[in-house]
């Protein structure tokens, strides 16, 4: 066992996992994460807590996580590599343990340029291979980066992200590999509106037996409007709808409840999807909107903390 958390005893009792997220406030107001907290944590084993998400400032991913603790929902720390150096990350981290948080989550970060603040200069002092190390070398070896020894207990479960759909294939399944080889504990895919490449994805991906080293969570977004489903047509980064689904969510009398009926849809398929091991429901500024989805797709009620 690594951190104790639930997550990671939900993921390795081998039961099917589910997550969301839930992005901190543009400013200092407590009171909306607790609520969140409150809202999910009977539908959730886990909740991340985005860091800057789209290069915004909002509130810190940690005092987040704190705000969520204090409802009894588990959260997931996201830490990105363009905001902090080496030193402010392992820092943050040591302080997240402390503070009882157990689940992080490595990776990049939205580039600057596209946020609130594009004249900003990025850190990206590591890379998120970099950043996993680190958390594995303080969990496991009780050790900072420069090869120091700290005192006390890092007990985490470390995850990272992978896109499915990034060409060219080859290239990113090594990076997934690597990922996992620098300690990566579960991996959460981008959004998921293209089945059979995500499929093709996981033939790849068992074929080289990464899904018996790390728990894979399949990643879905309920597109809440027309507008919203055009915009991701045309392309957003990582991520594109196909147009069969675009004229559904156009066509249909509620646009909101064809979003949910197609992200309710994709999970019954994902878990028949060999190697997948959860579910990651990417509703930020949505989130009222995932106990019901995770009812509808007969996940619900979440199991009993596994001992």
């Known amino acids: 066992m690594k951190s104790g958390s639930r997550l990671e005893k939900v993921l390795d009792s081998g039961q099917f996992a589910v997550t969301a997220e839930a992005g901190p406030p543009k400013g200092s107001l407590a009171d909306g994460m607790r609520e969140k907290g409150e809202l999910l944590k009977s539908s959730c084993d886990a909740i991340n807590v985005t860091d800057n998400q789209a ?4 509130m810190s991913s940690l005092a987040g996580c704190i705000l969520l603790m204090q409802t009894g929902a588990e959260p997931v720390l996201q830490m990105v590599v363009r905001d902090r150096n080496r030193l402010a990350l392992q820092s943050d981290i040591l302080g997240a343990a402390a503070l009882g948080i157990r689940n992080v989550l490595c990776l990049a970060g939205d580039h600057q340029r ?18 996993i190390q680190m958390c594995k070398a303080l969990r496991d070896e009780h050790r900072v980066g420069s090869g120091e020894t700290i005192s006390g207990e890092v007990p985490l479960y470390i995850g990272a992200v992978a896109n499915p759909f990034a060409e060219p294939l080859e290239l990113h399944l090594l990076t997934l590999a690597k990922k996992i080889r ?5 991996i959460q895919t981008q959004a998921i ?11 790849k991906v068992r074929e080289q037996g990464l899904h018996e080293k790390v728990h894979i969570l ?3 977004l309920p597109i809440k409007s027309v507008e919203m489903a055009r915009r991701m047509r045309s392309g957003v980064p990582g991520m594109r ?9 156009v066509r249909a009398a509620d646009a909101k409840a064809e979003g949910i009926s197609i ?13 997948v091991h959860g579910i990651h429901i990417m509703a930020v500024a949505g989130e009222s909107a995932v106990p019901s989805i995770v009812q509808e797709a007969g996940l619900s009620p979440r199991p009993e903390r596994p001992r």
Request: some cysteine; aromatic content about 8%.
């Open 55 to 58: 290069a915004v400032v909002r």
């Open 114 to 131: 596209l946020g609130n603040h594009p004249a900003a200069a990025g850190a990206y002092d590591i890379d998120p291979i970099h950043l």
């Open 182 to 186: 620098a300690g990566a504990d579960f």
């Open 193 to 203: 509106f293209e089945l059979p490449r995500f499929v093709a994805w996981m033939d």
């Open 218 to 220: 399949a990643s879905v």
């Open 241 to 249: 709808l196909p147009d069969e689904l675009v004229e559904r969510i």
């Open 263 to 275: 992200c309710i849809e994709m999970i019954d398929q994902l878990k028949r999807v060999p190697g």
